[in-house]
């Protein structure tokens, strides 16, 4: 099974700063067939279910802001939050995709400082 | 727009049996596959498995087998997840999620408890 280890598992940005997450695989997601990595970020709010942000690794999804970006390749992946607002107080995970049992991280709990 | 609507709330006691269903609207419903995802009180997202929409084959995580099955019904556009010999440790939010990549969208959840 791929092991998703994101880090860190909780952070605190002050408002309009930068956030950072980290995402590493375990074995390589990156499908060369057609040059994707089978990577997706999701955000869960509070009692709410998760939600696609990104796919691909760095394919933002129709409606999410563009201050949310992912990048990355092979085994080590970031989603990063340019200027963190209120409304992206939330838990990310990152997901893979590229084989069974699908896997995802442990999670990172974003928080206003 | 496609959209997943889960059944409500169960409480049981141990040893019982549930059915949760994930009904689909919005899209073509053989054409991608559906996911189940546990997340256990507090913690983080478990992938239970998958139903292949157009065979109706499913395929269990490790840990999700023997107690869990996912079953179809293609005329109502729903998938069920049927839980049997309940324990406490099966409370839980279950989720559906359409996709046979990344998940895309997600049922609003279906929370289950497990208690006498």
């Known amino acids: 099974d791929i092991v998703m280890t994101q880090s860190p598992d909780s952070l605190a940005v002050s408002l309009g700063a930068r956030a950072t997450i980290s995402c590493r695989s375990s074995q390589n997601v990156l499908y060369r067939s057609n040059g994707k990595n089978l990577l997706a970020w999701y955000q869960q709010k509070p009692g709410q279910p998760p939600k696609l942000l990104i796919s691909w690794a760095s394919t933002r999804e129709s409606g999410v802001p563009d201050r949310f970006s992912g990048s990355g390749s092979g085994t080590d992946f970031t989603l990063t939050i340019s200027s963190l607002q209120a409304e992206d107080v939330a838990v990310y995970y990152c997901h893979q995709y590229y084989s069974h049992p699908r896997t995802f991280g442990r999670g990172t709990k974003v928080e206003i400082k | 727009q496609a959209q997943l609507v889960q059944s409500g709330s169960e409480l049981k006691n141990p040893g019982a049996s549930v059915k949760l269903s994930c009904k689909t609207s919005?899209?073509?419903?053989?054409?991608?596959?559906l996911n189940w995802v546990r997340q256990a009180p507090g913690q983080g997202l478990e992938w239970m498995g998958w139903i292949n929409t157009n065979t109706g084959n499913p395929t269990y995580a490790q840990g999700f087998t023997g107690r869990f099955v996912f079953s179809l019904d293609t005329s109502v556009n729903t998938t069920y997840l049927q839980i049997s010999s309940l324990k406490t440790e099966d409370t839980a939010v279950y989720y559906c999620?359409?996709?046979?990549?990344?998940?895309?969208?997600w049922g609003q959840g279906t929370q289950v408890t497990v208690s006498s």
């Open positions: 919005g899209y073509t419903f053989t054409k991608y596959a």
């Open positions: 999620a359409r996709g046979d990549y990344a998940y895309s969208p």
